[in-house]
Antibody, heavy 120, light 107 residues
Framework: VHLLESGGGLVQRGGSLRLSCAAS????????MSWVRQAPGKGLEWVST????????KYADSVKGRFTVSRDNVKNVLSLQMNDLSAEDTAHYFC??????????????WGQGTLVTVSS | DIQMTQSPSSLSASVGDRVTITCRAS??????LAWFQQKPGKAPKSLIY???SLQSGVPLKFSGSGSGTDFTLTISDLQPEDFATYYC?????????FGGGTEVEIK
């Protein structure tokens, strides 16, 4: 299993960014996928989860209405579109693979993360 | 929302020690509890799911127990590579939530 995030970078407050997570080594469509973030020096915060076939999506209240998660089960890519970014969104963003296709599944593998920095 | 409380927030231990970390949920979560290890500058690594089942490849020195609201992670024979921060997480209901972490330091 390999998960590789990309798309992070420096963005101004109010701006947008799109993160991607390229997956390999497993049957992508059989696993729910999640985004988890970690602000510098802080703990882990769940952001969003999408079921294996994309029919169920969940968001943390802190990002609801601003972030959109999606997946392409042909290209094996998980995406996170982030709009109206604020300083509170500055964090390392990790994608995590679920143990099965349902949204409430444990995580078994994590990507290495990509850093998003929002400047004011 | 379910709150996850870990204790202690940090501990100092010596190589060879056995340590126990506690995680308490604000309401019952059955056994929908996972543990992760994170080293500085690295991604989290999954250790345990279902409160007590080891992820593939995780050594038997790690063990988890508990059900309902109270859970523990025990690490036996602590080695230099085990010094890290450990997080619990409930996946019983959304929003899924993590404990604040326990930093295991070398004494």
């Amino acid at each position: 299993v390999h998960l590789l995030e990309s798309g992070g970078g420096l963005v101004q407050r109010g701006g947008s960014l799109r993160l991607s997570c390229a997956a390999s080594g497993f049957t992508f469509g059989t696993s729910a996928m999640s985004w988890v973030r970690q602000a510098p020096g802080k703990g882990l915060e769940w952001v969003s989860t999408i079921s294996g076939h994309g029919e169920t999506i969940k968001y943390a209240d802190s990002v609801k209405g601003r972030f959109t998660v999606s997946r392409d089960n042909v290209k094996n890519v998980l995406s996170l579109q982030m709009n109206d970014l604020s300083a509170e969104d500055t964090a390392h963003y990790f994608c995590a693979k679920g143990t099965y296709s349902g949204v409430l599944s444990a995580f078994d593998f994590w990507g290495q993360g990509t850093l998003v920095t929002v400047s004011s | 929302d379910i709150q996850m409380t870990q204790s202690p927030s940090s501990l100092s231990a010596s190589v060879g020690d056995r340590v126990t970390i506690t995680c308490r949920a604000s309401q019952g979560i059955s056994n929908y509890l996972a543990w992760f290890q994170q080293k500085p500058g690295k991604a989290p690594k999954s250790l345990i799911y279902g409160a007590s089942s080891l992820q593939s490849g995780v050594p038997l020195k790690f063990s988890g127990s508990g059900s309902g609201t109270d859970f523990t992670l025990t690490i036996s024979d602590l080695q230099p590579e085990d010094f890290a921060t450990y997080y619990c997480q409930q996946y019983f209901s959304f929003p899924v939530s993590f404990g604040g972490g326990t930093e295991v330091e070398i004494k």
